[in-house]
């Protein structure tokens, strides 16, 4: 095993518990909190240097970002 994929996997764990148990549950805190295990399995595509999971995991990052935000905004507007 090299050091990134060992890196992404610690990263993954950590963001997984993070999202998990997020302290001040607000929106924006959950949406920051998962970006973190995003950012871990970006690291073990990495160690295995697949270029379309890399492509792929970019493309649905951002449409899911995209999503995500478009939904608190309908969520706090109807509050």
């Known amino acids: 095993m090299n050091t990134t994929f060992i890196l992404g996997l610690a990263i993954l764990l950590i963001g997984v518990f993070s999202v998990a148990f997020v302290r001040p549950k607000t929106y924006i805190a959950r949406l920051i909190n998962l970006e973190i295990p995003g950012w871990g399995l970006l690291l073990v595509m990495l160690a295995y240097d697949e270029a379309l999971a890399l ?8 449409i899911s970002t995209f999503v995500i935000v478009r939904l608190m905004e309908w969520r706090d507007a109807s509050c």
């Open 55 to 62: 492509m792929t995991f970019i493309a649905v990052t951002a």
